[in-house]
């Protein structure tokens, strides 16, 4: 079965081509060209994944995307593509703070769209799989089965990108690992030494599990390396 993607881009003819090239790979891909019409076509198909343009011709990507995430049940966790515009990295940003799971500035090369889709699409997958168990540390549990977090018995929310890396993390309690070997860990592949995303996304997580985010107990910044997750907790 073909996975269902959903393209809320206000381009025609970039949809067009994006719905071509990823028709050859087995997607089926849906197109809506306003992020109004794109919130309702969501919740209308459900899709595996949403392509989310930033600037849109009646409210912005970004509202699209925390619209998305404030969303009642299952498809409010549905991985969010962002395509933002080249060397503006604030937009980025803002984007992941919003709970966008990736983003790729335009213009694009198709490849990469494909590689970074498969990828996101690949992390569900693989952490819905039956040999997951759940990991615990103190008040903190994660689920991989159920793909969701508690702290204390109440839930935590993350994007499918952020409980990912929060697993990657987990996995490797007590050990120092380099932004570059974290987004290895998760995404199977190296990025850019550059690419700073990954620093927003721990303040997520941060604000998520911790009890105090601005002094974290959990999840610990190693100046000039990485981070590590300590392996002690309350």
């Known amino acids: 079965m073909s996975s ?7 381009d025609a ?6 719905r071509e090239y990823l028709g050859q790979s087995g997607f089926e891909v849906s197109h809506a060209g306003d992020g109004l019409g794109g919130l309702t076509r969501l919740q209308e198909l459900a899709p595996d994944l949403v392509i989310l343009d930033l600037m849109l011709p009646d409210i912005d990507g ?16 549905v991985p969010v593509l962002m395509l933002t515009a080249k060397g503006d990295p604030m ?9 966008a799971d990736d983003y790729l500035p335009k213009p694009f090369e198709p490849r990469e ?10 992390r569900r997958i693989d952490g819905a799989q039956p040999t997951a168990k759940v990991i615990r540390f103190g008040s ?23 409980f990912d ?10 050990r120092v690992l380099s932004r570059d070997q974290i987004m290895e860990a998760v995404r199977g592949r190296e990025l850019e030494a550059f690419d700073r995303s990954i620093d927003v996304h721990m303040g997520r997580i941060r604000a998520a599990i911790e009890v ?12 000039g390396v990485g981070y590590v997750f300590a392996k002690q907790q309350d």
Do not use: F, H, W
Request: glycine share 6%; proline share 3%.
């Open 165 to 174: 890396l929060l697993v990657a993390l987990a996995e490797r309690a007590g």
């Open 13 to 18: 003819r970039l949809a067009s081509m994006v």
């Open 212 to 223: 105090d985010a601005k002094n974290p107990r959990r999840i610990l910044t190693v100046r």
């Open 140 to 162: 903190l549990e994660i689920d991989r089965d159920a793909r969701s977090v508690t702290v204390s018995g109440l839930p935590s929310d993350l994007t499918s990108y952020q």
């Open 113 to 122: 769209l494909l590689a970074r889709i498969r990828a996101i699409l690949r």
């Open 91 to 99: 937009d980025r940003i803002i984007g992941l703070e919003l709970g």
């Open 62 to 77: 970004l509202e699209v995307c925390r619209r998305i995430r404030a969303l009642p049940g299952d498809v409010a966790q």
């Open 4 to 10: 269902q993607l959903l393209m809320i881009e206000d």
